[in-house]
């Protein structure tokens, strides 16, 4: 678990997110690999691989992030960079309680659109 949440937190870097919210958005890939022996291997053997490319130690001992992400780029093509990639867009980004840190106030609609409550306020962009 600890290197996948280093992993999200290298693929989809923000300082400001605890790591609670990495390991949630994480947390999928243990409960599919709980029902699906093949997800399991997936990431297993990913995660396998993706220390053996880090050298002794592992990816989580590797101590810059700029060399964690050379580690990632070696791997991006493959199917377990992919399922935690793609499990990350989702699982990281539609939590309501990681929405007030990006600024974001969630759908609009309800709250009478955007425009009429000033759509260009968000500061950080």
């Given at each position: 678990m600890a290197t996948l949440i280093?992993?999200?937190?290298?693929?989809?870097?923000?300082?400001?997110v605890p790591?609670?919210?990495?390991?949630?958005?994480?947390k999928?890939?243990?409960?599919q690999a709980g029902k699906d022996p093949a997800h399991?291997?997936?990431?297993e053997n990913g995660i396998a691989e993706l220390d053996s490319k880090s050298g002794k130690g592992g990816y989580t001992s590797l101590g810059w992030e700029e060399q964690r992400v050379a580690v990632l780029r070696e791997i991006e093509d493959t199917p377990f960079f992919q399922?935690?990639?793609?499990?990350?867009?989702?699982?990281l980004y539609n939590q309501k309680e990681v929405w007030p840190i990006f600024g974001y106030e969630g759908e609009s609609y309800s709250k009478g659109g955007y425009m009429a409550r000033g759509f260009d306020d968000i500061e950080w962009l």
């Open positions: 280093q992993m999200a937190r290298d693929i989809y870097p923000h300082d400001q790591d609670k919210y990495y390991a949630i958005a994480v999928a890939h243990d409960e399991k291997d997936l990431i399922a935690v990639r793609g499990g990350l867009v989702v699982g």
